[in-house]
C-alpha cells in the first residue's frame, strides 16, 4: 500500500542520507595538503593529534553545518517561491547578510572582526532584506516574479554598497572584507560550533516538520489556502528561517554561493519532488558536499587554499548553466 | 442556522471597480445549486468569499453560523472544499498524491494515515480515476488534471464544495458523468456550489440557480424560474430557446 511505500522510502532515503553524511565527516578530516602520521594521532601526540581534533574536526563541522544550512534554506526557498532557481543569494537574503558583516568589519575598531558582533550584523542585514520583501508583500500579492525582481534589486544595492565600503576602507580592512568575502572554511572554536548548532539544528527541525505543508505550498497560493494552509504566514516564517539560516552561515564562512541551489537540485532528480524526502536529504546532503569542496579545497592545490566559495561556485556555475539549458 | 448565509456581501479589488454588490442568499440543505453569469459577473471571486480567502468589504458570509473569512483556516477547510479553475500544470506530483493534499486540513502529521487513505481511495473510486493514480499530475490532460482537483476535494469530506468551472475541459461523456456525480453528492448530503457556462446541463441537473450579473444576484430559484429566457436574454444578450418536458425537465439552448 502507498502508505508503506512513503513511509518506507523515507526511511531509506534518511537513512543513506545519515550513512553519506557520517562517512564523509569520519574521512574528510584525515584527508589533507600535510599527511598526518597516523602513528601520532593514534597515540594522541603532537603535532598531529592536535592538527587533527583543532584544525582539521573542527573545520569538518563547521563545513557540514554551513553546507546544511545553505541548502536546506535553498530547498526551502525552492519550495516557498515555487520556483527551481530561488536560492537565499538571488532574493537578496545572503547580500543582505554580506552587506552587514561587511559593515561591521569595516567600521569595527582593530581587529575585532569574530564571530558574535558579524553574527548579529549579518542576521540584522538579511533581516533587513525579509523586512523589506514584507513590506512589498503588504502592499500587493506574494509572486514569484515581483520577489525575484525584488531580489535582483536588492542584490544590486547591497553589492554596490558593498563596493562603497570597501572603497572607503584603508588598505588593512579592505584585505579583510576582501578575505571575507571570498568565502571560506576556517578552523573555529567548539565554542562556535556549538553556539552555531544552536541555531541551525531547531531551524532544520522545524524545515523538517515543515515538509509535508511546503509540498502543498508548490500547487499555488490559491490551492493551498483551500487545503487549510495559510500561506502568507508560512512564507514569512519560511523567510525569517531562511534568513537565520544564511545569517547564521554568512556571519561564519562569508558568501558561499551555488550550495543552496546545486545540492537541492541534484537530490530533487534523485529522490523526487516530495520535501517529506527532499528535505532531510538536503541538509545531510549538503553538509556532506560542502565537506567535500572544503577537501577539495585545501588539497588540490596544498599547500595553496582555494576559498571553498572559489570551488562550489566552479562546481555549481557550470551546474547552472546545464540546468538552465535542461529545463 | 444555515449551511451557508451570505448577507449584502460587497467586495471590491484594490484600485478596482467593486465586483460584488450585496449579494444575499441563504442554503439550508443538501443541493446542487450552479452559479452562471457573463464572464466578469463576479462568480470566482463569490465562490473565494465562501472559501475564505478573501474578506468582504461589507455585509457578512458565514458558513455553519461563523464568518469564512475569519475563521482558522483549518478548520473552515474542513467544511469547505474550493476547487479553483486550475493550479500550476507543472504541479511535480503523482495523481495520488495531488488527492492526498485534501488530508492537510485533517493533520499536520508528517505522514498520512490509514484514514487519509481510505478517503484517497474512495474520491478516486468516485472520479474513476484508477487507471491514472500513479500517473504524474503534469502528464494529464486539462480534462484529467479538473477531475484529479474534484478528487482532492472530495478526499477534503467537506459538507460543502465549491467547483470552479469544474466541466470547462471535459468531454460530453465526462460532463454527464460530473453532473452525475454532483447528483450524488447532493443525495449523499454535500451542499454543491459549482461555477459553469453550461447553461443547458445546469438546466437539467442543477437544483437551484444562482444567476450572477454584475456583481448582482439577478435570480435565485429553481432552474423552471430562474432561466426564463426573457431574463437570459437581458443578462446575456443572446436569444434564449427554452423547452419544458412532462416530468418539468428544463431544456436550454441558445444562439441564432
Known amino acids: 500500500m502507498a502508505s508503506n511505500d512513503l513511509r518506507g522510502r523515507a526511511r531509506w532515503v534518511l537513512a543513506l542520507s545519515l550513512v553519506g553524511a557520517a562517512v564523509t565527516v569520519a574521512i574528510c578530516p584525515f584527508l589533507g595538503g600535510s599527511g598526518l602520521d597516523y602513528a601520532n594521532v593514534l597515540r594522541r601526540e603532537a603535532p598531529d593529534w592536535a592538527i587533527l581534533v583543532n584544525l582539521r574536526v573542527p573545520r569538518t563541522l563547521l563545513a557540514f553545518l554551513a553546507g546544511a544550512a545553505l541548502s536546506g534554506g535553498g530547498a526551502l526557498f525552492q519550495a516557498i517561491m515555487r520556483d527551481a532557481l530561488a536560492t537565499p543569494s538571488n532574493l537578496g537574503v545572503s547580500a543582505g547578510a554580506a552587506l552587514g558583516a561587511v559593515t561591521v568589519i569595516a567600521f569595527s575598531s582593530g581587529g575585532d572582526t569574530r564571530f558574535p558582533l558579524v553574527w548579529i550584523a549579518a542576521l540584522m542585514g538579511a533581516g533587513l532584506v525579509i523586512a523589506v520583501v514584507k513590506a512589498l508583500g503588504r502592499s500587493m500579492r506574494f509572486s514569484t516574479s515581483t520577489l525575484l525582481l525584488t531580489g535582483i534589486a536588492v542584490n544590486g544595492i547591497c553589492a554596490a554598497l558593498v563596493l562603497l565600503l570597501h572603497s572607503l576602507a584603508g588598505i588593512t580592512k579592505s584585505f579583510q572584507i576582501t578575505h571575507w568575502l571570498m568565502g571560506g572554511i576556517d578552523a573555529v572554536e567548539y565554542a562556535v560550533l556549538i553556539l552555531l548548532s544552536a541555531v541551525i539544528v531547531p531551524v532544520c527541525f522545524w524545515l523538517l516538520r515543515m515538509s509535508r505543508v511546503l509540498n502543498v505550498i508548490s500547487y499555488g497560493e490559491t490551492w493551498a489556502e483551500g487545503r487549510g494552509i495559510d500561506c502568507r504566514r508560512i512564507t514569512m516564517r519560511g523567510f525569517v528561517a531562511g534568513a537565520v539560516l544564511v545569517g547564521t552561515t554568512t556571519a561564519v564562512t562569508g558568501p558561499i554561493s551555488f550550495v543552496g541551489l546545486i545540492v537541492p537540485h541534484l537530490l530533487r532528480r534523485l529522490v523526487g519532488p516530495d520535501y517529506r524526502l527532499l528535505m532531510p536529504a538536503s541538509i545531510l546532503g549538503g553538509g556532506a558536499f560542502l565537506i567535500i569542496c572544503d577537501t577539495i579545497s585545501r588539497t588540490v592545490l596544498a599547500p595553496v587554499e582555494i576559498p571553498v566559495g572559489v570551488t562550489t561556485a566552479l562546481l555549481g556555475g557550470p551546474f547552472l548553466v546545464w540546468l538552465l539549458w535542461s529545463r | ?256
Open chain 2, 1 to 256: 442556522m444555515s449551511l451557508l448565509s451570505l448577507r449584502e456581501v460587497t467586495f471590491r479589488y484594490r484600485e478596482g471597480a467593486t465586483v460584488l454588490k450585496g449579494v444575499s442568499a441563504e442554503v439550508d440543505g443538501p443541493q446542487v445549486i450552479a452559479m452562471i453569469g457573463p464572464n466578469g459577473a463576479g462568480k470566482s471571486t463569490l465562490l473565494d468569499l465562501i472559501a475564505g480567502q478573501k474578506a468582504p468589504e461589507a455585509g457578512s458570509c458565514d458558513v455553519m453560523g461563523r464568518s469564512a473569512h475569519a475563521m482558522p483556516r483549518a478548520e473552515l477547510c474542513r467544511m469547505v472544499a474550493h476547487v479553483p479553475q486550475q493550479v500550476p500544470a507543472d504541479v511535480p506530483f503523482t495523481v495520488e498524491e495531488v488527492v492526498l493534499t485534501g488530508r492537510i486540513p485533517y493533520g499536520r502529521g508528517l505522514y498520512e494515515n490509514t484514514e487519509d487513505y481510505a478517503a484517497m481511495e474512495d474520491a478516486i473510486a468516485r472520479t474513476r480515476l484508477e487507471a491514472f493514480r500513479r500517473r504524474r499530475f503534469a502528464s494529464l490532460s486539462g480534462g484529467e488534471k479538473q477531475r484529479v482537483l474534484l478528487a482532492a476535494a472530495l478526499c477534503q469530506q467537506s459538507p460543502i464544495l465549491l467547483l470552479d468551472e469544474p466541466g470547462a475541459h471535459l468531454d460530453p461523456q465526462n460532463q454527464s458523468q460530473l453532473w452525475e456525480l454532483l447528483g450524488e453528492l447532493r443525495t449523499s448530503g454535500h451542499l454543491v456550489i459549482a461555477v459553469t457556462h453550461h447553461l443547458a446541463l445546469a438546466a437539467q441537473n442543477a437544483d437551484r440557480i444562482w444567476l450572477l450579473e454584475n456583481g448582482r444576484l439577478a435570480a435565485d430559484g429553481p432552474p423552471c424560474e430562474a432561466l426564463r429566457p426573457s431574463r437570459l436574454e437581458e443578462v446575456f444578450r443572446v436569444p434564449f430557446h427554452w423547452h419544458q418536458n412532462e416530468q418539468g425537465r428544463v431544456f436550454l439552448t441558445y444562439g441564432q
